[in-house]
């Protein structure tokens, strides 16, 4: 883990609220892995709290980050110019398990939970099968796709409005794909909205396939300093922010509880 200013050299509004930052970072660059997130730290002081952004993807010695403007932090980010620095802290928590070869994949990321999705797919697609399914509530919540590498990718586009793609969510993708799919799918990555993880995880366990979330958490320390992250699992109480944001599903998803139709849109 490194804690280090880094240089940006790009900070671009990619739709809506939605921003795509490029930084610098040599050492971060060779020891971050797809999954694992960074505490950005605000510039105003007065916001003492780093704010927790995943990996988007890393080419070359560039760190990338695909955030989206809401509060104080994030708003003060989309202000930053290039040439300026920004002091994050990272790479943190486990990631997911890419260290697979020859398997059938299935991706779904839906709305902000695009953003560990790029570099996941691209440490995954020349030695696996993929299948991706994206969505988000409209056609800018998927615009950061048109920067992805899909090349020997399967790809399946939703919108909630149907600005793009097919109109409706991953979730009716994913259970279309496994009626009529006659190779077993291996394993599902997914991020995304709560409930949408929740009903794909749901579909993995009945279909016995092995499935990866990843949770978003609030953080306070992002380090395992303090307790703001804690959830209770099946295995007892962990901490998203060094135990995940990466679990098995099979570890906190009770089926049983999860409604599969809950209000699993993209956003
Ligand atoms: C592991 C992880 C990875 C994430 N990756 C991304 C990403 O790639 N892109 C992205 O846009 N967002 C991501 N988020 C969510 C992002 O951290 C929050 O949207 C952001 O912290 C909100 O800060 P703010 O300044 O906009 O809001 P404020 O309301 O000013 O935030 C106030 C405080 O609450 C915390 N907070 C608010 N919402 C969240 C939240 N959803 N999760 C965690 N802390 C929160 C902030 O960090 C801050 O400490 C991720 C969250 C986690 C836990
Ligand atoms: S955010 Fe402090 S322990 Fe996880």
Redesign the pocket.
């Known amino acids: 883990m490194f804690l280090e200013d880094v240089k940006i050299i790009e900070n671009i509004q990619i739709a809506d609220n939605y921003y795509l930052m490029r930084v610098e970072g040599d050492k971060m660059s060779q020891h971050s892995k797809p999954g694992q997130?960074f505490m950005l730290q605000c510039k105003d002081r007065s916001r003492v709290?780093r704010?927790?952004?995943?990996l988007?993807n890393v080419d070359g010695n560039i760190l990338e980050?695909?955030?989206?403007s809401?509060?104080?932090?994030?708003?003060e980010f989309t202000k930053l110019s290039i040439g300026e620095t920004i002091n994050i802290q990272g790479p943190l928590?486990n990631g997911y398990d890419t260290d697979l070869e020859g398997k059938n994949i299935i991706v779904i990321g839906g709305g902000?939970g695009m953003?560990p999705i790029k570099y996941l797919i691209k440490n995954l697609k020349d030695n696996n099968d993929i299948t991706f399914i994206g969505g988000g509530k409209n056609v800018g919540a998927v615009k950061i796709m048109e920067k992805f590498d899909f090349e020997n990718i399967k790809l399946k586009v939703t919108t909630d409005d149907g600005s793009v793609g097919i109109k409706g969510n991953t979730v009716d993708i994913l259970k279309e794909i496994l009626k009529s799919q006659n190779k077993k799918i291996d394993i599902i990555y997914t991020c995304g909205p709560h409930p949408m993880m929740m009903a794909v995880a749901k579909i993995a366990q009945e279909n016995n396939i092995r499935c990866q979330v990843s949770l978003?958490?609030?953080?306070?320390c992002g380090i395992k300093a303090c307790v703001g992250c804690s959830i209770l699992t099946k295995k007892g109480m962990k901490k998203?922010c060094y135990d995940g944001?990466v679990f098995e599903s099979t570890d906190i998803v009770d089926v049983d509880m999860v409604d599969p139709n809950g209000g699993c849109n993209n956003e």
């Open positions: 997130f709290l704010r927790p952004i995943s988007h980050f695909y955030y989206e809401l509060g104080k932090g994030t708003k928590g902000m953003a978003e958490e609030r953080m306070a998203v944001p």
